[in-house]
């Protein structure tokens, strides 16, 4: 059974950092494109794309991040561990919102947000 287990997320000031794991079990993910999603409360129906990985066929990946969090947060993935990481630097509050793991075989379909395996999120609060 294939499973996502999201874990760093918790109460932050505005400025402050962050760092959020997933680790994943049941199958490996290493030629996956694994990222990283959230909602905001009030926008229950709106699940945005953070950041991604996706793999280029032979021992790099590529990243991709969505703008607002460009320069501030970094996606890495350790596949010894088959697990990727979310650093969150210079915290905001409109960063708070739950975050989701996602991992796909396809980064179109990740990047789409419809992903075939999803954590269960983990909540960032940051007070401001």
């Known amino acids: 059974q294939v499973q996502l287990v999201e874990s760093g997320g918790g109460l932050v000031q505005a400025g402050g950092s962050l760092r959020l794991s997933c680790a994943a079990s049941?199958?490996?993910?290493?030629?996956?494109?694994m990222g990283w999603f959230r909602q905001a409360p009030g926008k229950e129906r709106e699940r945005e794309f953070v950041?991604?990985?996706?793999?280029?066929?032979?021992?790099?990946?590529?990243?991709n991040y969505v703008d607002s969090v460009k320069g501030r947060f970094t996606i890495s993935r350790d596949n010894a561990k088959n697990s990727v990481y979310l650093e969150m630097n210079s915290l905001k509050a409109e960063d708070t919102a739950v975050y989701y793991c996602?991992?796909?075989?396809?980064?179109?379909?990740?990047?789409?947000?419809?992903?075939?395996?999803w954590g269960q999120g983990t909540q960032v609060t940051v007070s401001s």
């Open positions: 049941g199958r490996t993910f290493s030629s996956y494109a």
């Open positions: 950041a991604g990985m996706r793999w280029s066929g032979s021992t790099t990946y590529y990243t």
């Open positions: 996602a991992a796909d075989p396809a980064f179109a379909s990740l990047r789409a947000g419809t992903a075939g395996y």
